[in-house]
């Protein structure tokens, strides 16, 4: 009887341990699950989609996701950095309502060229959640936010700030976006423009700083309605 006490014991110990172990690996799982979740009802628009055409939407979103995932793992240094970055985008998403692929797919792309000019993740961070602000402030739609994005990522890629990015393609849609950069400069308006003609604004030194003046120059507060599904509807801005 002792011996089969002893022996229970030693397995109820073991399976605890086990417990405890394998505890980290389903969080994991589980976060990733959230993950897939949130970027197929965030991008997947049920409304107006007929039920033939139903799966096919969901193969499509499936596909996208897998996309997007993979770009943000590749430009990860490590399974940890993919989990905060991960985590990162999906608060990010949650919070302000944009489309989780979108922001994961931009991101990639914005943090390739920013560990490439030597811009930590933390800045990078303070950037990317500056311009979604942005973004959602101004009640960009699905396609602009996109192609804000893509500004973005092209400035930093391409090393300097031009008019092409700035004016035309992010400040038609975030008019504040070249009065935060002037600041972000200490110049005029005009006299930024002769800077962006001579090519004298460096991405990876100016883009933290026009991410703070971002941020400094909303005299508004966002006007957000909150969903029961748990999505984000903008109504417009308040004056502060």
């Known amino acids: 009887m002792a011996n089969g006490r002893l022996s229970f014991s030693i397995a109820l110990n073991l399976a605890s341990q086990g417990f405890k172990q394998g505890a980290a690996q389903v969080k994991n799982a589980l976060r990733n699950i959230q993950y897939q979740v949130l970027g197929m009802a965030s991008a997947l628009g049920l409304g107006g989609i007929g039920l033939s055409n139903l799966v096919s939407r969901f193969v499509d979103v499936a596909r996208e996701t897998n996309r997007a995932r993979m770009a943000l793992r ?56 500056s311009v979604t602000k942005a973004i959602t402030a101004f009640g960009l739609s699905g396609e602009e936010a996109n192609l804000t994005f893509m500004a973005l990522g092209q400035m930093m890629a391409k090393g300097k700030i031009s008019s092409e990015e700035l004016r035309r393609q992010m400040g038609e849609r975030i008019p504040t976006a070249m009065q935060a950069m002037a600041n972000a400069a200490g110049v005029s308006i005009q006299q930024l423009d002769k800077m962006l003609k001579n090519g004298d604004i460096y991405s990876k030194d100016i883009l933290p700083k026009f991410a703070k003046e971002l941020e400094q120059g909303k005299k508004y507060a966002l006007r957000l309605e909150w969903k029961p599904d748990g999505g984000v509807s903008y109504i417009g801005l308040k004056a502060l």
Request: negative net charge; proline residues 0%.
């Open 74 to 129: 590749n430009i990860s240094s490590d399974s940890a950095a993919f989990g905060a970055n991960m985590n990162y985008l999906t608060n990010l998403a949650q919070q302000y309502g944009q489309n989780l692929n979108t922001l994961t797919s931009n991101f990639s792309r914005f943090s390739a060229a920013s560990n490439a000019a030597g811009v930590g993740i933390k800045e990078q961070q303070e950037i990317y959640s």
